[in-house]
Structures are given as structure tokens and as C-alpha cells.
């Protein structure tokens, strides 16, 4: 059975970091492109980043394109997201996912495997 576990959000000031991981067990974690996601209170879903099987190919949110670098250790079935320079408007559940699918996708409903989330607050 396929979890994937969040860690390593928190509470930081703006212009702070953190870095999230994701693990992963009872999977075959280099079939998997990794992506992150994120909630706001009251708002939808929304995709951050992907990053490819190999991690030679990875997709960013222009929001947070040159604030947060995704990598993996596929060694140890992780996934990382070292968010810096954080804004008030980050703050949201941050959820890691996993997809079998050939390409690269945004779309949520396209990865098959979700974790329960961590919380990060960026405060003003």
C-alpha cells in the first residue's frame, strides 16, 4: 500500500524558509513524477510544482518560480520543497502526490496517490 507522508511545515515569518519532505512507502518511488499542491482556507486546490521521475524535468507555478526548488533523493523515495523568501499569501495545507502517468501534469485528478498534508503559516 502506496503512503506518501508529509513533513516539516510550520510557522515562519515573511521572507522566511522551510523545507517540506515527502515520503514515500510501499512504492516503487522512481516510477513516480512527485508534485506539490497547496489549500488556502476557502480557496481551491492548487498545483505548485512537479518534478519528472528522474528529476531531470520539473515544472513551476510562476508564483513561486525562483523561491521554491523541488528535488528528490530516490534512493531514499523522498521528495523535497525548499520554499524561501515566503509571503503571507503562501500559507496554505501543502500536499505532496504521486503520479504513474507518462507526461508531467498540473492537474490533480491526474495523480493517484495523495498525502494528508502539512500546515505552513507565513505571518506578516
Known amino acids: 500500500q502506496v503512503q506518501l507522508v508529509e513533513s516539516g511545515g510550520g510557522l515562519v515569518q515573511a521572507g522566511g524558509s522551510l523545507r517540506l519532505s515527502c515520503a514515500c512507502s510501499g512504492c516503487t518511488f522512481s516510477r513516480y513524477h512527485m508534485g506539490w499542491f497547496r489549500q488556502a482556507p476557502g480557496k481551491e486546490r492548487e498545483f505548485v510544482v512537479v518534478?519528472?521521475?528522474?528529476?531531470?524535468?520539473?515544472d513551476y507555478e510562476d508564483s513561486v518560480k525562483g523561491r521554491f526548488t523541488i528535488s528528490r533523493d530516490n534512493a531514499k523515495n523522498t521528495v523535497y520543497l525548499q520554499m524561501n523568501s515566503l509571503k503571507p499569501e503562501d500559507t496554505a495545507v501543502y500536499y505532496c502526490?504521486?503520479?504513474?502517468?507518462?507526461?508531467?501534469?498540473?492537474?490533480?485528478?491526474?495523480?493517484?496517490?495523495w498525502g494528508q498534508g502539512t500546515q505552513v503559516t507565513v505571518s506578516s
Open positions: 518534478i519528472s521521475r528522474s528529476g531531470v524535468s520539473i
Open positions: 502526490a504521486a503520479a504513474a502517468s507518462v507526461q508531467l501534469n498540473r492537474r490533480g485528478e491526474r495523480y493517484d496517490y
